[in-house]
T-cell receptor
Framework: QKEVEQDPGPLSVPEGAIVSLNCTYSNSAFQYFMWYRQYSRKGPELLMYTYSSGNKEDGRFTAQVDKSSKYISLFIRDSQPSDSATYLCAMSAGNTGKLIFGQGTTLQVKP | DTAVSQTPKYLVTQMGNDKSIKCEQNLGHDTMYWYKQDSKKFLKIMFSYNNKELIINETVPNRFSPKSPDKAHLNLHINSLELGDSAVYFC????????????FGPGTRLLVL
């Protein structure tokens, strides 16, 4: 079993929909939780960064971390075609810079 | 001006050959990384260097050898290439070795025939 599980999708939604992306993990030492967005044939770029449990909002994006359930989520409101990409969750215990990534969920937002 | 750059972008080669991928960052960061992304988009860390010192060395065949001539450069040399080495290799950098944001390069697409 992988340390971080993420449904690869693909997930297809109409423009304007609310998108929910999720990851589960098994290592209770993880304290730092990130979401990276990767457009086709590009490198991943950091979208959201959360420390420990709680919510963080940035524009149309909200990241949630529930450490008790070992479950993290990314919500995208009013999704746009430009949000079409692969979304990778990543986690770290914080002491070495070692990030453990989920497999990534491919999202397509249709106009 | 590109923050993390990699050369080459594409690499097509025969099994058994030796090849190198170069990475440079102009962010002034102390730590650099190599990741491998397979055909299923699974991204896995291979190595990291902090100020030219090896910090992370994952279970990677010893045909892969990273080299950091200075903190702005991290190269990856691969000996005796195998079909299973075909993947996209990403370089990344961060300020330190903790949980700082990692900035990724555009990737090098390696195809071994």
């Amino acid at each position: 079993q992988k340390e971080v599980e993420q449904d690869p999708g693909p997930l297809s939604v109409p423009e304007g929909a609310i998108v929910s992306l999720n990851c589960t993990y098994s290592n209770s030492a993880f304290q730092y939780f990130m979401w990276y967005r990767q457009y086709s044939r590009k490198g991943p770029e950091l979208l959201m960064y959360t420390y420990s449990s709680g919510n963080k909002e940035d524009g149309r994006f909200t990241a949630q971390v529930d450490k008790s359930s070992k479950y993290i989520s990314l919500f995208i409101r009013d999704s746009q075609p430009s949000d079409s990409a692969t979304y990778l969750c990543a986690m770290s215990a914080g002491n070495t810079g070692k990030l453990i990534f989920g497999q990534g969920t491919t999202l397509q937002v249709k106009p | 001006d590109t923050a993390v750059s990699q050369t080459p972008k594409y690499l097509v080669t025969q099994m058994g050959n030796d090849k190198s991928i170069k990475c440079e960052q102009n962010l002034g960061h102390d730590t650099m990384y190599w990741y491998k992304q397979d055909s299923k988009k699974f991204l896995k860390i291979m190595f990291s260097y902090n100020n030219k010192e090896l910090i992370i060395n994952e279970t990677v065949p010893n045909r892969f050898s990273p080299k950091s001539p200075d903190k702005a450069h991290l190269n990856l040399h691969i000996n005796s290439l195998e079909l299973g080495d075909s993947a996209v290799y990403f370089c990344a950098s961060s300020q330190g070795t903790g949980a700082e944001t990692q900035y990724f390069g555009p990737g090098t697409r390696l195809l071994v025939l």
